[in-house]
């Protein structure tokens, strides 16, 4: 199948537009950001709305990186492209944005689809979920009335394909705190460029007076959803950077995550790249912290 | 063989810029899915989701009822169909059992994704749903999907024939195998696996077909209209001067679309039962799932050698996975390999015996090369296995086999002539690009530093140029029709060519080579020089692009004709300056007096000779300039060369990466270098993607796995190193142009370069030998046997054969939970 079922289709005309009309429409619709996931879906029939709400009107309202505090803001309609030439985000986060950025999909895909669709997408495959669930950034949603609530990805991503966003919210905005001493790095494998991870790691490292004051591990395609490695975070924090300890956080990443054997790979083999995805993401990390 | 006086070039040997491409990267080209006819009709097919089954009832109520919707039809509304689906090889003394096939099942469903119903409406989106509405009631039955497996005939594909093995196929020469195999001091054995890949043509196939006031027009995205005319006239019991095929701008074909389809038979059809018009265009995941695939053999190969590293047998045992039912030339494609199972080498005794099963899988049949690449890997790869067990550098090994120049024509033991041929010349100029004591140095080096560096050799023969006429045609190979090509070559009064030719390109380049080599024959420019094709009311009969064939066949008829028609001007310039024909030569764009070359006349004044005043013309000569042939080669044209590949493995993913590629091959002079690097580098695009990232695969019920382009991964740019390229140029005696094919060379010579790469990164690693695809599971299972963990069974071991089904593939979200919304 590659004909979508019939469906409804309007533009928004600002966020709480989006929201009223998500609301009038009753768990029926769903917002339109960049198609990417959306499209390919409704065309293969996994996904049959019966109204999709095009929120690509409110660029100008969604889509920003800015630096408030000791925070970054990035709104849900920035752009992958966005995100992998911010010179705001490589200067705070170095090589972890762009590392991921670069080896997502393709410049088609990146031109267009966004960091609202791919978190609330949900595919625990995602690269760029990876990066915000290591840099344990938080998801702002809104709801009828401007309500606004703030939570965390352990909070925001609750399996494959499947989020806390409720269905008359809609993810604004995702927030995630910076460092000092910052260091992060993202490695995948993946069967051929422009492809889904076989197993992808995302590593941040803050390291302060040689020893690491924050640490935030995660691997995608090896769980429900891109899973965090508290365990490794836990051992790496208050400890002094080395190759010792990063191959034992890759040995918990290993042991911790929870993949499936399916069309590229099988649980073991997945296990064992997601070990050494970890300790290299690590040890890259480390060594490109800014100090 | 006629020897036509070749004129000075001008135009040939120039890497002319493609005249295609401005309409083709400008978006101005039109293939089939942008045409629209009045009143036209939209047709969508219902797929069987089973693998096997009986189809007890069809329901199309539902479908009917929708608005828009014309008709829904079954195969029993399509039994006043004359003949079923082509199988055009019959060798003869050989007994193929060959199952049935109609363009819509009559019973039984054999395949997933086979043809239940066929559904017309007037909108393309509104059949579609109808699609979906008709409810088909299947009885399932039990499937066989291993190829090995399906031999023991517990589970029969086609119950009627009694047996899975439809037939068995042998040829050899030189002697007895088994006695040449026993004399050798070495006998070395593999079972080497070549799966099951997709043609992937950028533009999936599609079709209109119009029957109006008694005549039959079909536009087809097809590499063989004339062949389409023929059967669609069988098949519907036209007379085949009523059925005109077009085939408009073709995106791609690989040999998937060497086919009489299906789908196209059933639109063809409808039309006549509707009276309109029928739009047919497939989709990617009918792309994916009924479109031939290529490859699917099991391998079990013995070559055998003297210590000192003669090779003195070569043996071949193919089981070919012929899928549910046959395609034009299903049983044919290892046939096609087995004319080169020599390769370069003066091997003495040969034989292939060839058996072909049936399972419920889609049918495979010719795609990127044919045969021939399945048996240059089984070879090449051999060749490198062999070099290890006698401690012989591969390269040295290669040497002392390969035929000498001196030797051609030099007849196989198969009683096939190749036609000439240098092998170690291309060897040695692929080897000065390389520089192997370099490569070594670096090879040490970064192993010294954790990285695997590898390099592969592949020094190939093929054949192609495929044609004579007697030798493939009915009373020779056992082809349904005799392989040629026609040309007609057709000056209009102003002097521009309009150049009619057989051969039907889907990217080649035809337009621009074909008017070089006339542009250089009349005495104009390419410019100026029209090249028309695939389209059946236009010239003389035709046999379409494949196997490597345009030029060396296609190409030839061309040149022939124009050669034909340089004659005739020649006399009609000869006699206005009343001069000797014979002192008439091309020059500078026009036809010139030798030794005075101011006096002449250009293309259009003979032109006008010809058309406008006759009386310039003379006595006796027809007015008109105007040549028609059809040309027969006398034998079959075998291009070589040296493919030279370096990977990179990563010891702890498995990960291959190419990092280098030099490709010297030699297809004769060239006619335009540039068109020829085009086909190398696809060729070898192809055969990375089948030795790394491609693969069809069906699980254990039948469903197919990789349906859509996000599982079956098809490479990219970034897959791929930048191609260093070369030639050395051995003229072919066939033919008058000395040229040989070049479109399947890249695809022929690649997947055992890689192999041979992968093998030498790893084999201090203790790994040895290697089957494709090499994904980085396969080469981590590798190394982690090798490195003889033996922790008991794994969840790798049974994912090495089977990737599992579709389920929890992550990224292709197959599973949206019900009302969830992300
Ligand atoms: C060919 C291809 C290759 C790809 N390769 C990769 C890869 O290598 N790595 C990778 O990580 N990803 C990959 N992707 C996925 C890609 O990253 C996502 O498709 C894309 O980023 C999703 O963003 P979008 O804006 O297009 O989302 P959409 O498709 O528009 O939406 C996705 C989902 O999120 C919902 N949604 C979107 N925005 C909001 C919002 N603001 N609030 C609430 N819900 C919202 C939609 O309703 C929908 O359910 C690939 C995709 C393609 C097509």
Not at chain 1, 18 to 47: C, E, F
Not at chain 2, 409 to 437: K, W
Request: glycine content about 10%.
């Amino acid at each position: 199948m590659q004909t979508p079922a019939p469906c409804e289709y309007s533009r928004a005309t600002s966020v709480d537009d989006a929201i009223a009309q998500l609301q009038a429409l009753g768990g029926n619709a769903r917002i339109l950001a960049g198609g990417y996931s959306l499209i390919p879906m409704m065309k293969l029939r996994l996904a049959n709305p019966g109204h999709v709400i095009d929120i690509n009107p409110l660029e100008s309202e969604l889509n920003y990186i800015r630096q408030e505090g000791n925070e970054i803001r990035i709104g849900a309609l920035t752009r992958h492209v966005n995100m992998l030439e911010s010179d705001l985000l490589s200067q705070v986060f170095p090589h972890i944005f762009r590392e991921a950025e670069a080896v997502l999909a393709d410049p088609v895909v990146r031109n267009r689809g966004t960091m609202g669709g791919s978190l609330c997408q949900s595919d625990p495959a995602e690269d760029l979920s990876g990066v915000v669930v290591a840099l344990k950034g938080e998801a702002v949603l809104r709801g009828p009335g401007g309500a606004e609530r703030v939570v965390g990805m352990e909070e925001f991503h609750l399996g494959p394909y499947m989020t806390s966003v409720q269905p008359t919210e809609m993810l604004i905005e995702v927030r995630i705190p910076t460092h000092s001493g910052f260091g992060g790095a993202h490695e995948k494998v993946e069967r051929r460029a422009g492809d889904f991870a076989i197993v992808a790691a995302s590593a941040a490292l803050a390291i302060e007076g040689g020893r690491i004051t924050f640490a935030g591990v995660a691997c995608s395609a090896v769980g429900p959803t891109t899973l965090h490695i508290e365990r490794a975070e836990k051992a790496l924090v208050g400890q002094a950077p080395s190759e010792d300890l990063f191959a034992q956080c890759g040995q918990m990443a290993a042991a911790d995550c929870s993949p499936n054997s399916d069309g590229r790979g099988p649980a073991d083999y997945k296990r064992h790249v997601a070990g050494v995805l970890t300790t290299r993401a690590l040890s890259r990390a480390a060594a490109t912290a800014v100090s | 063989m006629s020897t036509v006086e070749v004129p000075p070039t001008k135009h040939v040997g120039q890497s002319l810029r493609r005249k295609e491409d401005p309409r083709l990267i400008t978006g101005r080209a039109t293939y089939v899915d942008d045409l629209a006819l009045p009143g036209m009709l939209h047709a969508a097919v219902v797929r069987s989701p089973e693998a096997h089954a009986r189809v007890v009832a069809i329901d199309a109520s539902a479908a009917l009822a929708r608005p828009g919707i014309k008709a829904v039809y079954t195969g029993e509304d399509m039994s006043d169909l004359l003949a079923p689906l082509p199988m055009a090889w019959a060798p003869p003394g050989v007994e193929i059992k060959t199952p049935e096939r109609w363009p819509l099942v009559r019973g039984h469903v054999r395949h997933m994704g086979d043809a239940v119903a066929l559904v017309i409406g007037d909108d393309k989106y509104v059949v579609v749903d109808a699609a979906a509405d008709v409810e088909v009631e299947y009885e399932s039955l039990p499937v066989v999907i291993d190829v090995e497996q399906a031999l023991k005939d517990e589970v029969l594909v086609h119950a009627s024939l009694g047996t899975n093995k439809t037939h068995e196929w042998s040829m050899g020469g030189g002697g007895d195998i088994e006695q040449a195999l026993a004399a050798s001091d070495v006998v070395v054995q593999r079972r080497i696996v070549n799966h099951r890949t997709a043609g992937a043509a950028m533009e999936p196939r599609g079709c209109i077909a119009e029957y109006r006031a008694g005549a039959l027009t079909v536009w087809s995205s097809t590499q063989v209209p004339h062949l389409l005319r023929l059967f669609y006239a069988v098949q519907m019991g036209i007379s085949e001067d009523k059925v005109r095929v077009i085939a408009p701008e073709v995106g791609g074909g690989f040999g998937g679309k060497l086919q009489v389809c299906a789908e196209e038979t059933m639109c063809a059809w409808a039309s006549r039962k509707l009276g309109r018009p029928v739009k047919w265009i497939e989709t990617r995941s009918e792309n994916m799932a009924v479109s031939h695939h290529g490859r699917d053999q099991v391998d079990y190969v013995r070559m055998g050698a003297t210590a000192d590293g003669k090779i003195t047998a070569f043996h071949a045992k193919i089981i070919q996975d012929l899928g549910a039912y046959f395609g034009l030339l299903t049983p044919m494609i290892p046939e096609l390999g087995a004319f080169v199972m020599t390769g370069c080498y003066a091997i003495p005794v040969v034989q292939t015996d060839i058996v072909g099963v049936l399972t419920n899988k889609f049918f495979t049949d010719a795609i990127r090369g044919a045969g021939r690449p399945e048996m240059t890997h089984m070879l090449e790869v051999m060749i490198d296995q062999l070099a290890e067990e006698l401690g012989i550098d591969p390269i040295e090994l290669r040497r002392r086999n390969f035929i000498a120049p001196e030797q051609f024509p030099y007849e196989t033991p198969y009683g096939i002539t190749y036609d000439s041929g240098n092998y170690e010349a291309a060897l040695d100029r692929a080897l000065e690009i390389v520089d192997m004591e370099a490569f070594r140095a670096e090879q040490a080096d970064l192993r010294s530093r954790g990285v695997l560096r590898g390099i592969g050799f592949s020094t190939y023969t093929e054949i192609c140029g495929l044609a004579p006429s007697r030798a493939v045609g009915p009373s020779g190979f056992g082809l349904g029709i005799g392989l040629y090509e026609s040309a007609l070559v057709r000056v209009h009064p102003t002097g521009s060519v309009t150049v009619y030719t057989g051969a039907s390109p889907h990217g080649q380049g035809h337009e621009t080579g074909f008017a070089q080599i006339v542009a250089d024959r009349v005495g104009t420019d390419p410019s100026v020089v029209e090249i028309v094709h695939g389209d059946t009311a236009t010239g003389p009969m035709g046999l379409g692009t494949y196997g490597s064939r345009s030029l060396s066949v296609g190409g030839v008829a061309v040149a022939h004709a124009a050669e034909k028609i340089a004659q005739k001007a020649r006399e009609i310039v000869a006699h206005n300056l009343e001069a000797d024909p014979a002192d008439i030569e091309v020059r500078d764009g026009r036809f010139s007096l030798k030794g005075d070359p101011d006096q002449g006349m250009t293309l259009a004044e003979v032109a006008g000779c010809a058309y406008v005043d006759a009386t310039k013309m003379p006595e006796g000569m027809e007015l008109g300039l105007e040549q028609a042939l059809i040309y027969d080669p006398s034998n079959f044209v075998f291009p070589f060369g040296t493919h030279v590949c370096v990977v990179d493995v990563d010891p702890e993913t498995g990960k291959v990466e190419v990092v280098r590629w030099v490709a010297v091959d030699d297809c004769g002079p060239a006619v335009n270098p540039m068109l020829i690097d085009g086909q190398v580098h696809g060729g070898i695009v192809h055969g990375i993607g089948q030795a790394i990232y491609e693969q069809v695969v069906y699980d254990e019920r039948g469903q197919l796995v990789t349906g859509t382009f996000v599982d079956y991964a098809l490479p990219t740019t970034m897959e791929v190193p930048s191609f260093e390229t070369d030639r050395t140029e051995t003229k072919s005696p066939s033919n008058s142009l000395g040229v040989k094919g070049i479109g399947e060379a890249g695809t022929i010579a690649a997947t055992p370069a890689i192999v041979n790469a992968v093998i030498d990164a790893l084999r201090h690693e203790g790994i040895s030998f290697i089957d494709m695809p090499l994904t980085p599971l396969r080469v981590w299972q590798a190394l982690e046997q090798a490195r003889g963990d033996g922790n008991g069974p794994r969840d790798s071991e049974q994912g090495a054969s089977l990737p599992a089904q579709g389920e929890g593939s992550a990224g292709s979200g197959p599973t949206i939970p019900e009302g969830g919304r992300s």
